[in-house]
């Protein structure tokens, strides 16, 4: 194990064979996207079959990453793109009329003001309300012009939005996640933590165990932040719309910001969009997307995601082994986040207990030059909670949930081994600890801090640690 920050790779016609996906996925690709604002039930069920067939194949831990579309505004189908001309006005509505723009939001004219901004096409271009009728029509300014396509997204920062977090096709999408194995679900325009609520309350609801990743892409989701981490299970900066609907120079820091919490509250958070654009197209990439990588692994993100360039690029396994190779030398440098570590304290919740001995457990450590620290879980929160304080120490997690190792793979600083032999906790202890000999990843001599519950065949909270050295 030589790289603790994770790779997702967005799956699409260029990776979407077994071949490929078996490629990637040995070039270092940790979670598979599964993007349903362009994938077919049918076409996602034989990508998932592939991804399980692989994890066994080559006795790895994939985890697939279901991202549901969300309330997505777009205009509709033109037969040929529509010249928007600076200064000049243009309609929109939500009946398919001639001479307007059909718009799928069906509350448009009722939610939008006078002023109001509307951008298009990620804010390429900018209209302006000039009126509404406040039924199904809206006539706008053209403040920057150019060409609309058919099916551009449509952003109002200005706009209150009246569409639910779950739209009919997202909740057609979920019933489908919900019916297959897959470990985390995507919430798209999250606004706040009672979206991430209702989501979590369906997946209780079927007594599943989905985890919830919310993406954070709207200005509310910004000023509800604190609840919306408290609410989910892990946290994605999703530049792409975040930055449409944000001034784009205020996206850095909102970034920095959001690491910075989800790290303090043992959140796993995730980097998205443009990572590595121009290799979409091109065999190298930018030195501002390397540098961008970069700082995102500096910051400390569990995970670095990767979209067209690895759904519909040219170069996907030269652009999976960029960014591996970005990880590396980073982490490998004196700018590696267990070097500055944000979170040594013990935050003061319903379980101390635990958080105090995965924290110390990275402070001891890290004080006594140890290699790893072995968890053993049967939920992944004592694993997930001693990366969150990002010790310099690799983690091995241990535990007979397939589910909970697949779901560690987003995880920074983890490699998870299935376990189910220990009777003991001392059997335990010496076994995982022969595991890790036995694989090379550890060798005689090293000091090693294991993290278990006592006794073991309860399956309870952490509550023990020990520091050894393998033999």
Same mark, same amino acid.
């Given at each position: 194990? $030589?790289?603790?920050t994770?790779? %997702?790779?967005t799956i699409g016609p260029?990776?979407?064979?077994k071949?490929?996906l078996?490629?990637? $996925?040995?070039k ?5 996207r ?5 994938l077919?039930?049918?076409?996602a069920k034989e %990508? +998932?079959?592939?991804?399980?067939e %692989?994890?066994?194949e080559l006795?790895?831990?994939?985890a697939? *990453?279901a991202?549901?579309?969300?309330p997505k505004i777009?205009v509709?189908k033109f037969e040929?793109p ?14 398919k009329?001639?001479n307007? =723009?059909?718009i ?7 939610d ?10 990620d804010?390429?271009?900018?209209l ?5 009728n ?14 609309l396509q058919?099916?551009?997204?449509v ?6 939005i009246?569409l639910?977090?779950l739209t009919k ?5 979920l019933t489908?996640v ?6 985390w @679900?995507g919430?798209s325009f ?5 979206? @991430?609520?209702?989501l979590?309350? +369906?997946?209780e #609801?079927q007594k ?8 954070i892409?709207?200005?509310e989701? $910004?000023?509800? %932040?604190d609840? =919306?981490?408290?609410a989910?299970?892990a946290?994605?900066v999703?530049r792409? /719309? ?6 784009p120079?205020k996206v850095?820091?909102?970034?920095k910001?959001i ?6 509250q043992?959140?796993p ?7 590595l ?9 930018t030195?501002a ?5 970069a700082?995102?692994?500096i910051?400390g993100a /569990? ?9 519909v690029?040219k170069h996907?396994l ?6 591996r190779?970005i +990880?590396?030398?980073v982490e490998g440098s004196?700018?590696s986040?267990s070097?500055?570590r944000?979170? &040594?304290?013990v935050?003061? /919740? ?9 924290s110390?457990?990275?402070? $001891? ?7 790893? =620290?072995?968890?053993v879980t ?9 990366s969150?304080?990002r010790? #310099? ?14 779901t ?9 081994f299935?376990?189910d032999?220990?009777t003991?906790t001392?059997?335990t202890?010496?076994e995982?600890?022969?595991? *890790?000999r036995?694989g ?13 519950s006592?006794?073991?065949?309860e399956?309870?909270m952490t509550?023990m640690? &020990?520091?050894s050295? +393998?033999?």
């Amino acid at each position: 194990m $030589i790289r603790k920050t994770k790779i %997702i790779a967005t799956i699409g016609p260029a990776t979407a064979s077994k071949e490929m996906l078996r490629k990637i $996925i040995q070039k270092g690709v940790n979670v598979c996207r599964l993007n349903f604002s362009h994938l077919s039930h049918g076409v996602a069920k034989e %990508i +998932i079959a592939n991804i399980k067939e %692989i994890n066994q194949e080559l006795h790895v831990h994939t985890a697939i *990453l279901a991202d549901l579309q969300g309330p997505k505004i777009r205009v509709g189908k033109f037969e040929k793109p529509v010249k928007l001309t600076k200064g000049g006005e243009v309609i929109f509505s939500t009946k398919k009329k001639k001479n307007t =723009i059909y718009i799928n939001y069906q509350n448009f004219a009722k939610d939008v003001k006078a002023k109001d901004r509307v951008l298009l096409d990620d804010g390429k271009l900018a209209l302006e309300v000039v009126r509404t009728n406040k039924k199904d029509t809206v006539v706008l300014k053209v403040v920057f012009g150019g060409l609309l396509q058919s099916r551009k997204g449509v952003n109002l920062p200005n706009t209150k939005i009246s569409l639910p977090c779950l739209t009919k096709k997202d909740k057609e999408d979920l019933t489908f996640v919900l019916s297959e194995k897959i470990e985390w @679900v995507g919430l798209s325009f999250v606004r706040s933590a009672k979206d @991430v609520s209702i989501l979590k309350k +369906i997946i209780e #609801k079927q007594k599943l165990h989905h985890k919830v990743i919310a993406k954070i892409e709207k200005p509310e989701a $910004i000023k509800d %932040i604190d609840a =919306i981490i408290e609410a989910t299970d892990a946290i994605m900066v999703a530049r792409g /719309d975040l930055g449409v609907e944000v001034p784009p120079h205020k996206v850095p820091v909102y970034q920095k910001m959001i690491v910075e919490k989800c790290i303090t509250q043992g959140r796993p958070v995730v980097i998205a969009t443009q990572m590595l654009e121009s290799m979409t197209e091109n065999p190298t990439a930018t030195r501002a997307e390397v540098n961008d990588v970069a700082n995102s692994v500096i910051d400390g993100a /569990d995970a670095v995601m990767l979209s067209g360039e690895t759904s519909v690029g040219k170069h996907p396994l030269k652009v999976v082994d960029t960014m591996r190779k970005i +990880i590396r030398d980073v982490e490998g440098s004196e700018h590696s986040i267990s070097n500055n570590r944000l979170n &040594k304290s013990v935050l003061n /919740d319903k379980r101390l207990l635990t958080n105090a001995i995965c924290s110390h457990a990275c402070d $001891i450590a890290e004080n006594t030059k140890a290699k790893a =620290i072995i968890t053993v879980t049967y939920s992944g929160f004592n694993t997930i909670k001693t990366s969150s304080y990002r010790p #310099k120490a690799f983690i091995y997690a241990f535990t007979n949930n397939h589910t909970i190792l697949n779901t560690l793979s987003l995880v920074w600083g983890v490699r998870g081994f299935y376990y189910d032999r220990g009777t003991t906790t001392d059997q335990t202890i010496r076994e995982t600890k022969e595991i *890790l000999r036995d694989g090379n990843f550890l060798k005689k001599g090293d000091l090693v801090v294991n993290l278990a519950s006592m006794p073991a065949q309860e399956k309870g909270m952490t509550n023990m640690m &020990k520091i050894s050295k +393998i033999k």
